[in-house]
């Protein structure tokens, strides 16, 4: 055998090793996430709602999962809790100081939350900040105080769902119950994403 021939063998072996590198980090990643969801089903939910491209990566759970009551504080340090929004659907925004593609999305999850103040939505950020007491500052030093959040420096929201990717967004329908989630970065802006949101308050409201 030439060595150029042993080269291009050497060199398909490779990407073949890479491959199934990369295969086996993105199951184990998928079969992480899953264990993290609540396994508690509620109810199944049917048909899922055609999503317009930009929903691509968000997953509608194909039964509502019952998670733990566990509470949060807002910025005064009043206990608050998911629970509160009976009869909504709730979009909750995990976010942190540190996360880049945060800042990108905050104004966007407030035009939406704008855009929703008389519908059966709510848009509800949750800082994953352990230094909560600096969280304030930041919104104000990025023009962005405007923005209310909720604050949980103990991880509390790590026994609801994962928290191990930010930002992400958790959905609840009108009970609390998890129906579905996108974790990461997404173009909250896009004029598509509007009309499905309504779609998911017509499924999820009153669930």
């Known amino acids: 055998m030439t060595k150029s ?3 291009k063998g050497f060199k398909a072996k490779q990407r073949l090793l890479s491959s199934v590198v990369f295969i086996s980090l993105s199951l184990g990643l998928a079969f992480s996430t899953l264990a993290s969801v609540p ?3 509620v109810y199944d939910t049917g048909e899922p709602i055609e999503k317009p491209m930009i929903m691509s990566r968000f997953v ?4 509502a ?3 733990p009551d566990v509470s949060f504080s807002d910025t005064k340090g009043d206990a608050v809790n998911l629970k509160q929004f009976d009869g ?3 979009l909750v925004s995990l976010w942190a100081t540190w996360c880049s593609p945060c800042i990108k999305e905050i104004p966007q999850m407030e035009a939406i939350r704008q855009a929703n103040i008389n519908n059966d939505l709510v848009v509800l950020p949750i800082s994953i900040d352990e230094e909560s007491d600096k969280v304030a500052a930041f919104l104000e030093r990025h023009d962005l105080s405007y ?3 909720w604050l949980d420096p103990e991880m509390n929201i790590g026994q609801v ?4 990717i930010v930002p992400a967004t958790y959905v609840f329908d009108g009970s609390g119950n998890l129906i579905g989630f996108l974790r990461g970065y997404l173009d909250w802006g896009d004029k598509n994403i509007q009309p499905y949101l309504e779609k998911l308050i017509d499924k999820y409201a009153k669930r």
């Open 65 to 67: 999962r019952q998670v």
């Open 60 to 63: 509608e759970m194909s039964a």
């Open 5 to 7: 021939l042993m080269h």
């Open 39 to 41: 396994t508690n089903k």
């Open 88 to 90: 909504k659907v709730v």
């Open 147 to 149: 923005y209310q959040t």
């Open 161 to 164: 769902m994962p928290a191990d």
